[in-house]
């Protein structure tokens, strides 16, 4: 069987095991490690080779730009002192940590492929343990953090690795000069990839009337992002999670709502695709890894990918905890302050989330083969098989103690999102009846139409303020209906009169969502809401839309408005 059809047909598989990982509740990414690891137990299947670089462009940048446009920059705002904590002096800790364990265990660890396997391994992934905080219902300060973190902790690692891999493919490296390179590549790359989400934004006005158009936009905009700034000699990563998180700022406000639900879809999709290819190709590479390492014994391998997982989770914890209150200490001291410390139950439950991921597998599958005098990198499999075999003990081992250690430190949701889910709801209720008071919309020929939307929307006003007041109280349902039963035209002037009040209801409705759209905007732009929160409600706004724009109508938006207008006006 070729390459590529096998490819095809794991990618099918997992499509399955993506359904078995929603029916038994575990994370994704957990299982597809343990269908790499078993794919690469089948005897006889063919390697799969792409050069480093490829393989490199083709998974990082578009993972970045995926986690960055859905990311809350509002929160990125918020929690930025833990965030950067984090993401860049606790990854280069780390980085440090296991380079040291890494250079003292084996000798075909030189200095340069130590610190690579340490940018490698440092950074946890986000995806994995946002997967399980979702049946968790942690704090929503706890996903704010872990979520950040995730976002640029792969920035910081990235950064580390091309230095490391530069000074193991070259034989040179200066520490002075890869910290300037390290700050100077860091600035320029934000620098440009802020500009790239400028530039698309704008590419995206004169695009949105087309949505496959924005769409092919959107997929091609991580890739220019990388290229740019790499060309230039800054950092690609950086670039991309700007222009990510620059873009999902501006970009939604220019587009429409059929091409803001394709862009979703397709992310979701592509995402998808990404993560389940990466472990599909290092299952494919295991074997020819192994068979590179035969000169050792596997209890060795295994000896010193334990020695390397508990490093990572030790050193996390160490950090992590004293680190938290020393900086929240010395802050407030330094602003004269009274901010409370964190509960050291929250600081402890995030200092076990340190689940890594494919985002490591990618790095050290893109591992050049040789360095510039030919020879083999150093201890190039030795770094892929400690990789894979980090991630499996974190993710299948250590994941699943999150719940139980969830409940043992009696950490729950704060119920936050909801509130602000039902203000947002409310403000944009408010602003469309708002709509309703234009002189345009009051003069309307058909005013049976302006009172039943005003009806409709009082009543779905009344139940999110109820919501708002008793959270807890109110009840499911989202609409109330207020008519049981429709009638149906019994002539033709009946049914023109129907026809001609749809067309008025669409007028009037595209009016109120136009104005509940902009309501939920500024929430998110005073900051009252986060960008997720944002995002779900202008989902619902956006569907709604689209029925609206159908040709064929369907049921309670359109087609039956005369109906349930003659029932509200009787």
Request: hydrophobic content about 50%; glycine content about 6%.
């Amino acid at each position: 069987m070729a390459a590529l059809e096998l490819v095809l047909i794991l990618l099918a598989v997992s499509a399955v095991l993506r359904l078995i990982a929603e029916r038994l509740r575990v994370p994704y990414a957990a299982i597809l490690v343990v269908g790499g690891l078993l794919l690469a137990l089948v005897p006889g299947l063919p390697r799969v080779t792409l050069p480093p670089d490829v393989l490199f462009l083709v998974f990082i940048p578009p993972l970045l730009y995926s986690g960055a446009i859905a990311y809350p920059l509002r929160d990125f705002r918020r929690e930025f002192g833990p965030i950067l904590r984090l993401s860049v002096i606790l990854v280069l800790v780390s980085t440090a940590a296991v380079a040291v364990v890494a250079h003292r265990m084996h000798p075909a660890f030189t200095w340069a492929a130590a610190i690579t396997l340490g940018a490698i391994i440092s950074p946890p992934d986000p995806v994995a343990i946002l997967s399980i905080m979702r049946s968790l219902r942690v704090p929503r300060e706890i996903v704010s953090i872990l979520e950040g973190e995730g976002l640029v902790n792969d920035a910081t690692a990235l950064v580390t690795y091309r230095l490391a891999v530069a000074a193991a493919v070259t034989g040179i490296f200066s520490p002075s000069q890869a910290a300037v390179d390290f700050l100077l590549g860091g600035v320029g790359g934000a620098i440009i990839g802020v500009l790239m989400g400028i530039i698309v934004a704008r590419v995206h006005r004169f695009t949105r009337i087309v949505p496959v158009v924005s769409n092919t936009v959107s997929l091609l905009t991580p890739f220019a992002s990388y290229l740019l700034a790499d060309s230039v000699g800054a950092s690609g990563v950086l670039s991309v999670v700007a222009t990510g998180l620059y873009a999902a700022r501006i970009v939604p406000n220019v587009i429409g709502s059929e091409t803001r639900q394709q862009i979703f879809s397709t992310w979701t999709v592509v995402t998808f695709l990404l993560e389940s290819l990466v472990f599909i190709l290092v299952g494919l590479e295991l074997p020819y890894v192994l068979r590179a390492l035969d000169r050792f014994p596997l209890s060795l391998l295994l000896r010193e990918a334990a020695i390397v997982s508990l490093c990572v989770v030790l050193v996390r914890i160490a950090w992590v905890m004293p680190s938290t209150y020393v900086f929240r200490i010395f802050f407030r001291w330094l602003r004269h302050g009274k901010e409370p410390l964190p509960p050291w139950r929250s600081v402890f439950f995030i200092s076990w989330a340190g689940l890594r991921g494919g985002d490591s597998l990618v790095l050290a599958l893109s591992l050049p083969l040789q360095t510039a005098s030919g020879a083999r990198f150093p201890a190039r499999e030795q770094i892929i098989f400690i990789t894979f075999c980090v991630i499996f003990i974190t993710l299948v081992i250590q994941g699943p103690t999150l719940a139980p250690v969830a409940r043992w430190l009696g950490i729950g949701a704060d119920g936050s999102e909801e509130v602000e889910d039902t203000h947002a709801h409310l403000a944009a209720a408010e602003a469309g009846l708002r709509i309703l008071d234009d002189p345009a919309i009051k003069t309307s020929p058909y005013p049976e139409v302006v009172r039943y939307l005003r009806q409709r929307h009082k009543q779905r006003a009344r139940r999110w303020a109820a919501r708002e007041a008793e959270p807890h109280e109110a009840e499911n349902d989202d609409i109330a209906h207020d008519h049981d039963h429709f009638t149906i035209a019994p002539s033709h002037e009946a049914a023109e009169i129907d026809e001609r009040r749809s067309v008025e209801y669409r007028r009037v409705r595209g009016a109120m969502l136009r104005a509940e759209q902009s309501a939920v905007l500024e929430l998110r732009d005073r900051g009252v809401i986060g960008d997720d929160v944002m995002r779900r409600i202008q989902r619902e706004l956006d569907l709604e839309t689209l029925l609206l724009e159908t040709s064929e109508p369907v049921i309670e938006t359109v087609s039956e408005v005369p109906s349930a207008i003659d029932a509200a006006s009787r």
